[in-house]
């Protein structure tokens, strides 16, 4: 090799400048702004970090979003009617024409479990969902939410980026965007999908889209061996070590810092090196975060993990699905604890046979019981171990679904879509508990008052509201256009909130 190449036969160059002297020799001007911004971040200018977008007070700083991918039935968890207990079996007349999906106008279903009420607030829950009887006064019920779609994609993408249709940013990428990192080794935002898979839609569902990419969710599996793909150089062979690995992220670093100055620069190439950055932290941080074994006993036991088998039934099973919720929800908290700011769980993947979703076209029973038991577990661990640490109320818990499902039976025991009405429900940071509002009515089939019901604008709207953010004033320029996460709707339901 010759003695002009910028690496010598064997050899990387030992003194690098650091990031903050490579901004400073990129000519001041917003390299400048940048170090600037680092010094700040690091307290080494005489103030307070502050958060990137603050209009008012916050109530909270942190949010974990459940989604139950399928499509979970509000009728048979969380909105009791009792008109389809005293019609069931009944033909469905729904007093108007009704476009289904499916075959699903069949005769009136009754829920498929018994309901009674819980907690101080008496709210009337499904016995399959019990587990969440000891957070019940801490939660806050929307039975009214209305969709746009009845088609999976479609759906899922207006609860998770606020619009139906791909090219729009996460929820927790406007989250992250909006009000910055408070840490430097793990990510802001954070994804734990289902263990057999991703949901419709896939990744869209956390992409960062047009803002940058180091807002965009990183995917985590707590169950796997290696919970995050392609962090730790893979050891088959023998041919990938330590120090090889260590001088690969030195010689990555100076080629990143050599194109930068070549060129002006520019959010996108900043964002790329601030998330190789980040991935080179995480191998540090990572492990320990996703670790559960220094957990205690009590712990393990709220969420279900105390007994965990070695193999499960090819069918799905209560015992399979708690223990899968439960260590999501359990690594939600260590995250939360190290200072990520949004984490997405998922129950359900995309479409398949046998169901391993909630998209309970066949079976309620079936599908929805073993899932809705692992979920109402988590959940109810999660919420009671936040609270415990004095986490809740700082913190928002956030469950949806993308529609619901009709109160009118498909094939006898199953449901079709209905995206005309469904129940979200939040708990914590700044969430008024034990709060029940905007009924449906009294099939669950629509809004009782429909000229009033509750757009998934308006559950993002009070989340960023007790974020401390406006949501009418976090916007980003987009093809001509200032863009936000709730488009150009939603508003603040103050009727939930403490």
């Known amino acids: 090799m010759s003695s002009t190449s910028a690496f010598p036969h064997g050899s990387i160059p030992q003194q690098l400048p650091t990031r903050r002297q490579f901004l400073w020799q990129s000519g001041g001007g917003l390299g400048g702004i940048a170090l600037a911004s680092l010094l700040q971040q690091e307290q080494l200018l005489g103030s307070q970090p502050t958060s990137h977008v603050i209009h008012h007070p916050p109530k909270a700083?942190?949010?974990?979003?459940?989604?139950?991918?399928?499509?979970?039935?509000?009728?048979?968890?969380?909105?009791?009617?009792p008109e389809?207990?005293?019609?069931?079996?009944?033909?469905?007349?729904?007093?108007?024409?009704?476009?289904?999906?499916?075959?699903?106008?069949?005769?009136?279903?009754?829920?498929?479990?018994?309901?009674?009420?819980?907690?101080?607030?008496?709210?009337?829950?499904?016995?399959?969902?019990?587990?969440?009887?000891?957070?019940?006064?801490?939660?806050?019920?929307?039975?009214?939410?209305?969709?746009?779609?009845?088609?999976?994609?479609?759906?899922?993408?207006?609860?998770t980026t606020g619009f139906d249709r791909p090219g729009f940013p996460a929820m927790g990428s406007w989250v992250s965007y909006g009000l910055g990192s408070v840490n430097d080794n793990l990510p802001t935002f954070v994804v734990l999908p289902d263990r057999r898979g991703l949901a419709s839609n896939g990744t869209k569902n956390w992409d960062s889209m047009f803002l940058p990419s180091q807002h965009q969710g990183t995917v985590v599996y707590p169950s796997r061996e290696v919970p995050i793909t392609d962090l730790f150089p893979s050891q088959h062979g023998g041919y990938v070590t330590d120090e090889g690995d260590r001088m690969g992220h030195q010689l990555l670093r100076q080629l990143n810092q050599q194109h930068a100055q070549q060129r002006d620069g520019g959010p996108q190439l900043e964002a790329r090196i601030q998330s190789y950055e980040l991935a080179a932290k995480m191998q540090l941080a990572a492990?320990?975060?996703?670790?559960?074994?220094?957990?205690p006993d009590h712990i393990l036991k709220l969420y279900g993990l105390d007994s965990v088998p070695s193999e499960f039934p090819s069918k799905i099973n209560p015992q399979e699905e708690t223990i899968e919720f439960g260590k999501k929800c359990l690594v939600a908290r260590r995250l939360l604890e190290r200072g990520v700011r949004y984490v997405q769980i998922w129950s359900g993947n995309d479409n398949g046979f046998p169901r391993r979703n909630w998209d309970s076209h066949e079976s309620i029973q079936r599908d929805h019981g073993p899932l809705a038991q692992g979920m109402s577990r988590g959940s109810s661990a999660l919420i009671q171990d936040l609270k415990q640490r004095g986490m809740l109320d700082d913190t928002i818990i956030l469950w949806t679904t993308e529609f619901g499902r009709m109160p009118s039976s498909q094939g006898g025991t199953g449901r079709d879509h209905n995206p005309y009405v469904f129940t979200n429900w939040l708990a914590g940071g700044g969430i008024r508990g034990g709060t029940t509002y905007g009924p449906s009515d009294q099939w669950g089939y629509k809004p009782l008052m429909r000229d009033q019901a509750t757009q998934g604008y308006d559950i993002h709207a009070t989340i960023l509201h007790l974020l401390g953010i406006d949501h009418t004033r976090l916007t980003v320029r987009h093809n001509g256009i200032d863009r936000r996460l709730t488009d150009v709707h939603g508003h603040v339901i103050h009727d939930i909130l403490a």
């Not at 399928?70 to 048979?76: F, K, M, R, V, Y």
């Not at 008496?122 to 939410?145: Q, R, T, W, Y």
Request: aromatic fraction near 10%; charged fraction near 20%.
């Open 287 to 295: 492990p320990e975060a996703f670790d559960t074994s220094d957990e």
């Open 84 to 159: 389809l207990v005293k019609r069931h079996g009944e033909p469905s007349d729904f007093g108007e024409p009704v476009e289904a999906f499916q075959n699903g106008l069949g005769p009136w279903l009754k829920p498929v479990w018994k309901f009674q009420p819980y907690g101080q607030c008496g709210k009337m829950l499904s016995e399959v969902v019990s587990d969440l009887a000891p957070v019940v006064d801490d939660m806050a019920f929307i039975h009214n939410v209305v969709g746009k779609s009845g088609v999976h994609s479609q759906a899922t993408l207006l609860q």
């Open 61 to 81: 700083k942190r949010v974990v979003q459940l989604f139950m991918a399928g499509a979970a039935s509000h009728l048979d968890l969380f909105d009791y009617k």
